[in-house]
């Protein structure tokens, strides 16, 4: 782990509902970061998306954030932060980063 560049990866969206397919690409983007021997993931963020998104059919944020702490309870490395979520507005990326 010495000189690697540690690393967050961060997955915004709806997950509605969270799938294993969204776990999977957490499991792949980290395996290949680590491949190149240039990174190291320190953790992995679910992040779903305000109320306020407008997607048809969309689950409450209180449901959808409770599905994907389920989803990331036996991982040492992802969690689901709930930021995003509690905002009045659908929010960018850009500003879900800073």
Not at 69 to 83: C, F, N
Request: hydrophobic share 40%.
């Amino acid at each position: 782990m010495k000189n690697q560049i540690p690393l967050i990866l961060l997955a915004c969206g709806s997950f509605n509902p969270i799938t294993n397919m969204h776990m999977r690409l957490f499991e792949l983007a980290r395996d290949h970061l680590h491949q190149t021997g240039q990174y190291h993931v320190i953790e992995g963020i679910i992040s779903p998306v305000s109320d306020n998104y407008r997607k048809k059919g969309l689950a409450s944020a209180k449901h959808r954030i409770a599905m994907a702490q389920l989803a990331v309870e036996t991982s040492d490395w992802l969690r689901v932060d709930p930021w995003e979520s509690e905002q009045e507005t659908w929010t960018e990326t850009v500003k879900v980063l800073r």
